[in-house]
């Protein structure tokens, strides 16, 4: 039988397809039916900082400043009661899952702030999850924060986890950082264990009429892929840390591309919302076959196979292909 396996987080995985943080994870028995469609691993939906400061304290404290500013201002977060899960049922869906599937079970922590909610890392390691997933969203709008000090916060909110849990930590980070390369090496040193690769920022649109925000979500499609290529080509070899990406992955082409470009897993989330479980035991057979079909004897043969590390001209790899398409693009 061809070997897909894979190593991330320091699991052995029968494939690097995971099933990537969504609404579908957060089902228990939609969880199940991954499982069964053949998802290597299961990331469940992160838990805000700010959802366990508002079912701590009635209501966040920096929510409630803005409440008589404006009359929009208080629509900009949701009410505790529209959260997908609770801080509890969240702990208790850890403990389901964990009793009824055998894949790896990665809880997700969201916030930006090294304070007291980081200590849900180790209420979901004893809740039974393999490993912890930081989703690190943070839009840096404070014309006084330095881009050091933004690296700075997000390190101490790692080393504050990493410190305080035994299992498995990984990283999702942004694209938005002046020096990923640095950041990811930084991440290396203050113990991370997987670095994933990249969060989409979620951009809001506005209504000129009845002046307010509408948050909108736009699924993924396979064109967002090229920038988690690029940068997994960079860091690939560079750091101890596992790759994984996500966001763009659709096909097995695009999975192929992922671990060509040196990635251990690959996060499949729009693609499974807008097609379901069974598209993922699609993906997986297609990966496998195509890489039958060009003769290879195994997935780690593939991976790395064309990260930067390997190739013959390292400037043409960061600047070549910039300036050939600047320079050869006609008009059709």
Known sequence: MFDLSTTYLGFTLKHPLIAGASPLTADFDMARRLE?????????????????????????????????????????????????????R????IRRLR??????????????????????AKLMQEAGASAIELNLYHIATDPMETGSAVDQRLLDVVRSVR??????????LSAFFSSVANLAQRLDDAGAD??????????????????????Q????????????LHWLAILSGRVKASLAATGG?????????????GAHAVQMVAALLLHGPAHLTRVRDDLERWLIEHEYTSLAQARGSMCLLRSPDPEAFE?????????????S
């Open 36 to 88: 069964d469609a053949g998802a290597a691993a299961i990331v469940l939906p992160s838990l805000f900082e700010e959802q366990i400061e508002a079912d701590e304290l009635g209501r966040a404290q920096h929510m409630d400043a803005h409440e008589e500013a404006n009359a929009e201002a208080t629509s900009y977060f949701p009410l505790a009661d529209d959260f997908m899960i609770g801080p509890e």
């Open 90 to 93: 969240y702990l208790e869906h």
């Open 99 to 120: 009793a009824s599937v055998s894949v790896p079970v990665i809880g997700s922590l969201n916030g930006t702030s090294a304070e007291g909610w980081l200590r849900y």
């Open 163 to 172: 410190g305080s849990v035994s299992i498995p930590v990984a990283v999702k």
């Open 194 to 215: 997987g670095i994933v690769v990249f969060n989409r920022f979620y951009q809001p649109d506005i209504d000129p009429e009845s002046l307010t925000v509408l948050p």
């Open 217 to 228: 979500l736009h699924l993924s499609s396979s064109s967002e892929l090229l920038l988690r």
């Open 249 to 261: 992955v659709h096909t097995a082409i695009d999975a192929v591309k992922a671990v060509m470009t």
């Open 319 to 331: 600047r070549g292909n910039y300036m050939k398409i600047l320079q050869t693009w006609k008009a």
